[in-house]
């Protein structure tokens, strides 16, 4: 009797394990599947054209997404411009008065702030960003980005300051240094290598979103730099190439996945390191 | 000394103030232009089923039908996987396949929305369209199988918002789980548990951790755009059948909002996009409401009191 | 500190000097029909390599998006296939002038596997699939209109657009003419309510959704179905006749208003009576505000315009548009004087 029930249950959490592990490899063949499609119809379609040319006329081969790719820099950096301040400063006064009740509404605030659809800020941004100038242009997406950009910024600085051992900072208040000083010069560079990282990844994000670029950079044929204008963006432009009927517009398609994967992969690598770095440093110090 | 302390406080807490405003201010914004279709259609916006503009009546239902369809569907298909992963990797993997296995994992997640759309149009669907075409007459008769095998459609949607949805609920899952006191699970195995038995009571310890993290996965779900709207049909219908093209709220956002004619029009979308904002606040507030309350009682568990040891 | 001061100022000094280089060209923007996209991207195209400093950047976003952003004066310009109707013209806030540019056709475009030869549509016809009273491709009525041809007994998928689209709205005008239904119980606009089928974004959605949904029907310019090499049905016009799209059979549809042109151009010509008509073909129309506030960009466009009206046309065949009738031309001209560019 009893080494039935025995065999039963250790059949039962062999089984569980197996169904564990399954799942993991589960999870693991869409992954593959969808990396093996954009590396391979990417590379073939990826050509040195498309990093220097402009699109061709509607329905004509060839031509590149140079315009797209210098535009998904510009409005990344827009939106890192407008997020990195914000995000830092509120991190901080998340991590310095962490009791208070204010602190706890901000981080509500930048958790609620991250779970809004990104299609919703597209649409928040077009009303604040692009009808009262009447124009769609690079700032508006930059805006659009930079709002989503804001609190993911600020939960990484507030954790990453959290971390900082409370001696450094108690060492440099009791040197008699202000709140101030101590927080900007000793508590900070401590974690900047930390919320650089941060950065990275948080701009790896936005550069791969589509949705809120669609109503406020709009999209250009042209290359521009000019910031009041509207801008073409690689995932806008990839969207577009991906809904049409045209077969070369659809190799360009997977030619730019293949660089948005790229942007991802790189960062997520070096996001990796720095912290595999990061954790060494500390061990020793 | 005192003055610029509080100057350092005030130059912070202004910047996190604007971080509040912001949330405040996309509701209101949002509130604002939507009035024009609030006024007209009221509480009956949110059960009309007719989205016709071209008598101007908008009704919202076949998109939250839509959203939220594809959204319980995904999380069915996504739940279990997302629930073995984290068990896997917090419980059971090998400590060298750790790291590899939590970078995969956040791979899949890094991956923008529009290359998932892309391999979806071009590999998924015409996939789905197989699968659909081969299903057995028998079957047909469901209300879940009716229509033609499109390919485009609920079942497109739901199985790319599942891959999507995978690696969120499972990383915050993973979280909770570390969270988990290690007493729970070395009393069960004290107790002669097998492997499952010592993570089921663990399970068990953290499901409310554990149903925020699902809910999580579930609000990420509702509010994801162009991967559903390159492979859902867009056709604004309220239909069981997975094989039916049908709508989601960010879906029909994407596609009508620069294009749409009219005032009322416009104000009917960015109705939808508030229902949305207000429906993800819900739904993400509660989950962390949940995953907060289970870290409490997590903490709250009494250290194990050490045996006094002779020093013999 | 001062690693960051250096490099913002560098970062300051890069945008600068872009912004130096960008301030001569002057960048104009559109939106609109995806209807005569494939034109207008050449024609801008072309007219960029004659007047380098000009970049007009248009957007295809549909008709119905073209009005609302020009309505808005989110964009200089706007483009449609459907006239805007009063209620249009009054919100916005100037007068705003319909400047036709080509005509082109709507086309029934499908795809049944093993199945290349043109197929035969009457109006009547159409407006019952798109009803969805006729659900499968060996129906009677089709397989009358088409005898020899073996049609399979799948099912017919309808695409439709999903976003507001002048190329609905020729497509359901032509509708109502032949179907009382379809008047009744749809109605014409460049968004309606569809009984039946799938969407897709822009003409480009519908052309690439049909081309890749075995059994699928859809309704594209014929650009369109020519440059993805689709086939598309000829369709029976007033005269009995079944027409199929072509530069002489939308000229053809265009004869009869041409002479008849009213002062602001808005016109339908969906359904013209007599022979050798194609009967699904329609204007184009740029939207342009008669008293612009940017003068520079209004003088740019209607040089642009006078171009496109004398050079332009002769793009239009090779792109499977029909150049407007030389009547039409000296009208608009003259109407092209009334725009204020001082």
């Known amino acids: ?285 | 000394m005192r003055r610029k302390e509080l100057g350092f406080q005030m130059g912070t807490g202004v910047l996190g103030l604007v971080l509040v405003a912001i949330v405040f201010a996309i509701g209101a914004v949002l509130t604002k232009q939507s009035m024009l279709s609030i006024e007209k259609f009221g509480l009956s916006f949110w059960r009309t089923e007719v989205w016709d503009p071209v008598s101007g009546e908008f009704g919202a239902l076949p998109f939250i039908w839509g959203t939220l369809y594809s959204s319980i569907l995904a999380l069915l298909i996504s739940t279990p996987i997302a629930l073995g992963i984290a068990v896997f990797i917090s419980e059971l993997c090998p400590a060298r396949l750790r790291q590899p296995l939590v970078f995969l994992t956040e791979l899949l997640a890094a991956i923008p929305s529009i290359v998932y759309g892309l391999w979806g149009i071009f590999v998924l669907v015409p996939a789905v369209r197989a699968l659909e075409t081969s299903l057995p007459d028998a079957l047909r008769q469901l209300p879940f199988f009716s229509g033609p095998p499109l390919g485009l459609g609920m079942l497109s949607a739901a199985l790319i918002l599942a891959i999507m949805v995978i690696p969120f609920s499972s990383s915050v899952a993973r979280e909770v789980l570390k969270s988990v006191p290690a007493a729970q699970r070395e009393a069960a195995y004290a107790l002669g548990a097998t492997r499952f038995e010592a993570i089921r009571a663990a399970l068990f310890f953290a499901r409310t951790g554990i149903i925020g993290a699902i809910m999580l996965g579930f609000g990420r779900a509702l509010g994801e755009t162009m991967a559903v709207t390159m492979v859902i049909g867009n056709n604004p219908r309220v239909s069981l059948s997975l094989f039916a093209p049908q709508y989601t709220m960010a879906a029909v956002l994407a596609n009508e909002f620069t294009e749409a004619a009219d005032d009322l029009y416009l104000a009917a979308l960015t109705e939808i996009g508030l229902v949305l904002f207000i429906i993800t606040l819900i739904v993400n507030s509660l989950s962390r409401l949940l995953i907060w309350s289970m870290s409490r009682t997590a903490t709250q568990v009494p250290e194990p009191v050490e045996p006094a040891v002779d020093a013999a | 500190m001062k690693t960051v001061h250096n490099t913002l100022a560098a970062l300051a000094g890069v945008l600068l000097l872009i912004g130096g280089a960008n301030a001569q060209k002057l960048q104009m923007n559109g939106a609109g029909a995806t209807f005569p996209y494939p034109i207008y991207s050449k024609w801008f195209s072309e007219y960029n390599k004659q007047h380098p400093d000009v970049q007009i950047n248009y957007q295809p976003i549909g008709s119905g998006g073209g009005v609302q952003q020009v309505s808005k004066q989110t964009v200089f310009f706007g483009a449609s296939d459907m006239p805007m109707n009063a209620e249009q013209l009054q919100a916005a806030p100037g007068k705003i002038l319909h400047l036709p540019t080509v005509l082109g056709a709507v086309v029934p475009v499908y795809n049944i596997p093993n199945v290349t030869t043109e197929l035969k549509f009457s109006g009547p016809l159409l407006a019952d699939i798109f009803l969805g009273k006729i659900t499968k491709w060996n129906d009677a009525g089709i397989a009358k209109l088409n005898p020899g041809v073996t049609l399979p007994a799948s099912d017919i998928t309808v695409v439709h657009r999903a976003d507001g689209s002048g190329t609905t709205y020729i497509w359901v005008d032509y509708l109502a003419k032949v179907s009382p239904e379809w008047k009744t119980k749809v109605g014409v606009n460049a968004s309606v309510n569809w009984p039946t089928g799938v969407g897709g974004r822009g003409n480009e959605g519908v052309a690439s959704t049909v081309k890749q949904t075995p059994g699928a029907l859809g309704y594209v310019e014929l650009i369109y179905a020519l440059q993805t090499k689709q086939p598309y049905g000829s369709v029976q016009n007033m005269a009995g006749e079944f027409s199929k799209a072509s530069v002489e059979s939308v000229t053809g549809a265009a004869a009869a208003a041409a002479k008849q042109m009213p002062p602001d151009f808005r016109v339908s010509i969906t359904n013209a009576p007599g022979n050798g008509v194609y009967p699904i073909s329609s204007f184009t129309w740029i939207l342009l505000y008669e008293n612009a506030k940017d003068k520079a960009q209004a003088r740019a466009m209607v040089d642009f315009m006078k171009w496109a009206l004398t050079d332009g046309q002769k793009f239009a065949p090779d792109l499977g548009y029909a150049p407007l009738p030389a009547d039409v031309i000296k009208l608009e001209m003259a109407a092209l004087g009334k725009v204020k560019t001082s």
Request: net charge positive.
């Open chain 1, 1 to 285: 009797m009893k080494s039935t029930t025995t065999l039963r249950r250790k059949l039962l959490s062999s089984a569980f394990v197996g169904f564990c592990g399954f799942a993991v490899l589960i999870a693991l063949i869409p992954l593959a599947f969808v990396l093996f499609f954009v590396i391979t119809q990417g590379i073939r379609a990826v050509n040195v054209d498309f990093f220097t040319h402009m699109p061709t006329p509607v329905g004509e081969p060839g031509g590149g997404m140079a315009n797209a790719i210098v535009g998904t820099l510009i409005v990344s950096g827009l939106a890192a411009l407008m997020a990195v301040p914000i995000g830092v400063i509120s991190g901080m006064y998340m991590s310095e008065y962490a009791g208070t009740r204010f602190a706890s509404l901000v981080r509500f605030a930048a958790d609620t702030l991250n779970g809004v659809p990104s299609i919703v800020i597209g649409v928040f941004a077009y009303a604040v960003a692009v009808l009262p100038f009447k124009q769609f242009s690079a700032l508006a997406g930059g805006f659009a980005l930079g709002v989503m950009m804001i609190p993911i910024i600020a939960r990484t600085t507030e954790e990453l300051l959290l971390l900082v051992p409370g001696s450094m900072r108690e060492g440099a208040l009791a040197l008699g240094a202000t709140r101030a000083r101590a927080v900007f010069g000793v508590v900070l560079p401590a974690a900047l290598p930390g919320i650089v990282t941060g950065i990275v990844l948080a701009l790896a994000r936005i550069a791969g979103e589509t949705a809120p670029l669609l109503f406020t950079s709009f999209n250009n044929r042209f290359f521009t730099t000019k910031l009041t204008q509207p801008i073409s963006t690689l995932t806008v432009q990839v969207f577009t190439y991906a809904t049409g009927p045209y077969d070369d517009w659809h190799r360009q398609a997977w030619a730019g996945a293949l660089v948005l994967v790229m942007i991802v992969l790189v960062c997520s690598l070096l996001a990796r390191l720095a912290t595999r770095r990061l954790e060494r440093m500390h061990a020793r110090g």
